[in-house]
């Protein structure tokens, strides 16, 4: 029995499309919320038992883990300890655990409760297999909360303001390499078992780059204002002593110059591990904005 959480997620769909097309005959217990859309696994054809509950809840996912032998965790990584609590307790022997780069930061605000959280469930780990997935920004199509917003900024106003200079590297790494990432590391349990892997984009390229990229899938010449580093940090400062509720911090600012790119090297060796390149995968994510763009519009008309 496969117990899964977050399957209703973004990169969770691009599993439940890989276990269907792979014709996947295992029983399978997935976690989902009250109100959650399922309509996509109830015309699966899995073999699939839903329970519906709330991942704070440790008594839920405790109770409802029983009988199962492998957990895959696709829900945040808040959720982690409650779940490798509930996996223990039921004796699972193999959690499998989608967390992120984002414990790499220098920044404390940004990579320290992840480290708290990894360092902690990792103690288990002599209690069970776990094997961490930490995957970089996921994209894809419009349940991403970074490269649509990117791409409607891009597609409505032709100026684009830039802190620095761009130069610092991204990887980010569509939803569906991480569906099939997930089937893969279960299905090569031999070689996945207790380890970890990065999840990147096939290559890094600098937020210049990736700004210009989206800008040429729209099919759009925006026109990029470098802000210099200095200025940008002065008027952080600046905004969040006049308004105290402020959206933007300093230490955001600098955290947008480091760099976020990581190699995949293990991944590929122990699972073949092979994502696709981000000019490739951000213009499906393009097309659907611009269909819901043209729809909206034919609405209004």
């Avoid at 992120?100 to 409760?113: D, Q």
């Avoid at 890094?204 to 580093?229: D, F």
């Avoid at 122990?270 to 097309?287: H, M, Q, R």
């Amino acid at each position: 029995m496969l117990y899964v959480t977050g399957i209703t997620g973004h990169s969770g769909h691009w599993f439940v499309k890989r276990l269907v097309n792979e014709d996947y005959k295992g029983k399978i217990r997935c976690v989902v919320r009250d109100g959650s859309d399922t309509d996509f696994l109830d015309k699966s054809g899995l073999d699939i038992e839903k329970v519906v509950g709330d991942l704070n809840d440790q008594d839920f996912l405790t109770s409802t883990m029983r009988g199962c032998n492998t957990v895959l965790h696709i829900a945040s990584i808040i959720y982690s300890k409650k779940v490798v609590n509930a996996a223990a307790h039921n004796n699972v022997e193999w959690a499998i655990l989608v967390h992120t780069t984002g414990r790499y930061s220098k920044y404390k605000s940004a990579s320290a409760e992840y480290i708290a959280i990894e360092n902690d469930v990792l103690k288990c780990r002599e209690r069970m297999g776990i094997t961490v997935l930490r995957p970089t920004m996921i994209y894809g199509s419009s349940r991403d909360r970074n490269m649509y917003k990117l791409i409607s900024f891009l597609h409505k106003i032709k100026f684009f303001p830039m802190f620095g200079e761009g130069k610092n590297l991204m990887q980010p790494v569509h939803a569906r390499d991480l569906g099939n990432a997930y089937y893969d590391v279960i299905l090569n349990r031999s070689n996945t078992f207790n380890k970890d892997y990065n999840l990147s984009g096939k290559q890094p390229l600098s937020y210049l780059e990736l700004v210009r990229t989206v800008s040429n899938a729209l099919g759009r010449y925006n026109i990029i204002i470098k802000i210099p580093l200095w200025f940008s940090v002065l008027a952080a400062r600046l905004y969040n002593v006049v308004d105290k509720r402020a959206i933007i911090s300093v230490e955001q600012v600098l955290r947008m110059q480091e760099d976020k790119a990581f190699g995949y090297e293990e991944a590929m060796r122990d699972f073949a591990y092979s994502p696709i390149s981000f000019k490739e995968g951000i213009v499906e994510e393009v097309n659907e904005y611009l269909a819901k763009n043209n729809s909206s519009r034919t609405k209004q008309r």
